[in-house]
Every structure is written in C-alpha cells, then in structure tokens.
C-alpha cells in the first residue's frame, strides 16, 4: 500500500524533472536548422488596443499555420509564412466576439484568413531580430515589422518534437486595413504579441 501510495508522487516529480530538461536554454547559435512547421496548439496571436480611452482591452486569435525555414548560422536567410483563420478570434465578451466576425469588424466571411510573409529579417542582437514582411488583414496587405525575440528550443517531452519558439510584438493601425468601426472612440493603434512555436520537420 505504502509503495503504490507513491507511485503518483514518483510519477510527477519523474515528469517535472524531464520538463526541467527540457526548458534548460538551449543557446541561440545552437538551434538546430532545418524546416519547421507552426505547431498550431500552442502558438497566439494576442491583440491589444485602447478601450474607450480607459482600458487596454485584448483579444486572441488561434489555430494559426505556416512554416518557418531557420539556420542559426545564417539568421538573416530566415523565412516565415503564416495563416490565421480570422474566424478563431475570441474576446472575454461573447456579444463582442460574435460581432468581431461580421461585416463591421473583420468580416470573417468575406476574408476568412490573415497572412504574414516575411521578406525581410535583420539581427538585432543574440536571439533578437526585426522581421518585415507582408501582413494581409481584411483584403488588405500591408508592410509589417515584428520585433522577435528567442525563447528557446529542444525536445518536447510530452510529443517528443524538436520544438522552437519565439516570442514577437508589433503594432499597426487597424484603419489601414479598412477595419475602421469606432476610431478614434476605439483606438485605431493596434499591438501585436505572438507566442509562436514551431516543430522541426527536417
């Protein structure tokens, strides 16, 4: 009895020592190259603007896809592609996330999926970099810089993946895109977090 009763425990503290190792920093000049795939579950796409002059309110995309072509060697020769459902948009409001898909707002319908293409990347330091590329929102495509930072890279214990992540900000004015309900009432500067994480595929 007395053995089985810790069996969980041993179990857990097994877990949380390989979840150690694998979040021991893997140095940036030491990510393995190749082609990566986003791993859609946990990668966000968070957005953030001014409320009525008086909160930062936030939203979320998920469900993104693409893939990330990467030599730590050679960072500036990175490539990345992205698409988000703009469907999978959600807020804290339920009234308010039903109307983020109609006309007014992103018009989910009409323009089902944003697009990030990079054409540009420029180091900016150890595990930092600037990407520019093309953002399509709402039928519109305009340039777009990420600030992109490292986060770190190895094994994941629970799928066994060569997994790669990446933290990125941004900002655009949502105007530009022809999303313009509310502005300046709702502020028109939007920022962008990303959580993005991508698995090795060779």
Do not use: C
């Amino acid at each position: 009895m007395t053995s089985l009763s810790f069996a969980p425990a041993l179990a857990a503290l097994s877990l949380v020592a390989t979840l150690s190792t694998a979040q021991a920093a893997t140095a940036p000049q030491d990510v393995q190259a190749g082609t990566y795939q986003v791993e859609t579950t946990h990668t966000q796409v968070t957005f953030s603007l001014l409320h009525f002059g008086f909160t930062e309110y936030s939203g979320l995309f998920s469900g993104a896809t693409g893939s990330l072509t990467y030599d730590a060697a050679h960072p500036a020769a990175s490539k990345l592609s992205v698409s988000i459902p703009v469907a999978s948009v959600q807020t804290t409001s339920a009234k308010l996330t039903d109307e983020l898909h109609g006309a007014d707002w992103f018009d989910a319908a009409r323009y089902p999926t944003a697009t990030f293409v990079s054409t540009k990347v420029v180091p900016t330091g150890t595990g930092t970099a600037n990407v520019t590329g093309n953002f399509t929102l709402h039928g519109v495509t305009k340039p777009l810089t990420l600030q992109v930072r490292y986060v770190g890279a190895g094994i994941n214990p629970m799928d066994k993946a060569y997994t790669l992540g990446f933290q990125a900000t941004g900002t655009l004015k949502r105007s530009d895109f022809g999303v313009k309900t509310y502005v300046p009432m709702v502020g028109d500067e939007v920022t962008l977090s990303i959580a993005g994480a991508f698995e090795k595929q060779n």
